[in-house]
């Protein structure tokens, strides 16, 4: 791909601020910025890596005062030259030097097409472009050290080491093919079926880390269901310290689910208030019990509340119906409005709480703590995403049937065809074979600017 053209895009956010930067990438990125930069020195000559101190002007009209960083291809982010300017913040400084810039040659970056340049350029493989995005977006503190150690390529260098020994086999196992007619052994088949095994191991452990990754990347969900008049709401203000929810006697307040983040552990914890659980004919109550059964089916933990003072099993058949309903979530009965009764029944199988006065909220945070460690505990050195997924979903298959193949003692060039599609799916991952298509969805998340 042959890129030739300059870009140029806010890269700071818009706003009031104290300083909005502009980034340019492209060959004619300096000449450009030297066009309406007067500063001490010709910018043309100047050094990589510099800082200059100038102003900015649009024919004879003083924009701002500005510092320009100069930085050289190879030596910066796209691996082209490129220049960013720091001006004041604000909603229009920035918007009048970028119209300056374009008028000079420059056109508007696409989302995410620095990186994509980046990637291009030899820069950056696949996986670090997305460890930036992730980075940027990440909602926990654990997502980002993660996506930290991705973007430094930790992870690339396995998945590159695994790949090249699928397709170090792959050559082995054709090679002996060509040499089948001389009874000549090149290759020992239960050492390629241990490298195999090697191979498939690494591909399941990161499919397993998968749940774990979309907690770091979009937060834990904790869900707070049950009927109606039951304490969801008020737990929900007492869990995020504030009056968010309207709390009333009357059943059916809640119409629709209510969201808010709290922090526990490093993550992004989602608190998600929902309607009531109940038989009714209202239309509006119907719908938003719908947006309930909605927001359980992606919830890691569900609260199931219980108004222990009308008894401590009025909400037993509840909770067995979400556990049947959600075998994936993790659900709980949590015992409220114990401030009702004169004393707490023996057994304590359940959470008991007082959602008005805030007693026992310590074990439902004590709760969600521990099932984000243990989450935690199943990252690896990356942050899975839907793409992943399928591509080492596709290389573990393939892996497998080899694997199969070589048990079976099939003809080798069965064996070489599975191990090369394995390690098509691994170079899918890294970007060492990629298709213009992927690449435009994968930078079009991206913010503009990056």
């Known amino acids: 791909m042959i890129i030739n053209d300059t870009i140029t895009a806010l890269a700071t956010v818009p706003g009031i601020s104290g300083i909005a930067v502009i980034r340019m990438s492209g060959d004619d990125a300096v000449k450009i910025v030297s066009n309406c930069f007067r500063g001490s020195a010709p910018l043309m000559e100047a050094e990589r890596n510099t800082?200059?101190?100038?102003?900015?002007?649009?024919?004879?009209?003083?924009?701002?005062?500005?510092?320009?960083?100069?930085?050289?291809?190879?030596?910066?982010?796209?691996?082209?030259?490129?220049?960013?300017?720091?001006?004041?913040?604000?909603?229009?400084?920035?918007?009048l030097i970028i119209d300056e810039l374009i008028s000079q040659g420059a056109r508007q970056?696409?989302?995410?097409?620095?990186?994509?340049?980046?990637?291009?350029?030899?820069?950056?493989?696949?996986?670090?472009?997305?460890?930036?995005?992730?980075?940027?977006?990440?909602v926990s503190v654990s997502g980002s050290i993660i996506s930290a150690r991705q973007l430094h390529s930790g992870i690339s260098t396995k998945i590159k080491k695994f790949r090249q020994i699928l397709l170090d086999a792959c050559s082995l196992v054709e090679l002996d093919s060509d040499f089948s007619d001389e009874d000549i052994e090149i290759i020992n088949r239960k050492d390629l079926k241990e490298k195999a095994e090697e191979v498939l191991n690494f591909c399941t452990s990161l499919i397993e880390s998968f749940n774990s990754a979309k907690i770091f990347r979009s937060g834990f969900y904790v869900a707070i269901a049950g009927f109606p008049n039951s304490g969801k709401s008020t737990l929900f203000n007492s869990l995020l310290g504030r009056n968010r929810?309207?709390?009333?006697?009357?059943?059916?307040?809640?119409?629709?689910?209510?969201?808010?983040?709290?922090?526990?552990?490093?993550?992004?914890?989602?608190?998600?208030?929902?309607?009531?659980?109940?038989?009714?004919?209202?239309?509006?109550?119907i719908e938003g019990i719908n947006f309930s059964h909605s927001v359980l089916s992606q919830a890691n933990i569900i609260f199931v509340l219980n108004d222990i003072s009308i008894s401590e099993e009025h909400s037993d058949s509840l909770y067995k119906k979400i556990q049947e309903d959600y075998l994936a979530q993790k659900v709980y009965l949590i015992q409220n409005k114990v401030d009702r009764l004169p004393s707490l029944p023996e057994i304590n199988k359940n959470a008991y709480i007082s959602a008005k006065y805030g007693e026992g909220?310590?074990?439902?945070?004590?709760?969600?703590?521990?099932?984000?460690?243990?989450?935690?505990?199943?990252?690896?050195?990356?942050?899975?995403?839907?793409?992943?997924?399928?591509?080492?979903?596709?290389?573990?298959?393939?892996?497998?049937?080899?694997?199969?193949?070589?048990?079976?003692?099939?003809?080798?060039?069965i064996i070489a065809i599975e191990l090369h599609d394995a390690a098509r799916y691994f170079g899918e991952m890294t970007g060492q074979a990629w298709n213009e298509e992927v690449l435009n969805n994968i930078f079009s998340k991206f913010c503009i600017g990056k």
Do not use: W
Not at 67 to 93: A, K, M, Q, W
Not at 269 to 280: I, N, P, S
Not at 365 to 375: D, L, Q
């Open 51 to 95: 800082i200059h101190f100038g102003k900015i002007y649009s024919k004879n009209y003083l924009m701002d005062s500005v510092l320009v960083s100069v930085f050289r291809n190879p030596h910066s982010y796209t691996g082209e030259d490129t220049i960013e300017i720091s001006c004041h913040g604000g909603n229009t400084t920035y918007s």
């Open 109 to 138: 970056a696409e989302p995410g097409e620095f990186t994509k340049r980046a990637f291009i350029n030899g820069k950056l493989d696949l996986l670090q472009a997305e460890a930036v995005s992730d980075m940027i977006h990440s």
């Open 245 to 285: 929810a309207i709390v009333s006697q009357t059943p059916g307040t809640t119409r629709d689910y209510l969201e808010e983040s709290i922090l526990v552990s490093g993550v992004a914890v989602k608190l998600f208030d929902t309607a009531g659980l109940r038989e009714t004919e209202d239309a509006i109550e």
């Open 361 to 413: 909220l310590p074990d439902l945070f004590n709760i969600i703590r521990t099932e984000i460690e243990k989450n935690k505990a199943n990252i690896n050195d990356i942050l899975i995403n839907e793409r992943h997924l399928i591509l080492l979903k596709g290389a573990a298959e393939a892996i497998r049937r080899a694997i199969s193949e070589l048990d079976y003692l099939s003809p080798n060039e």
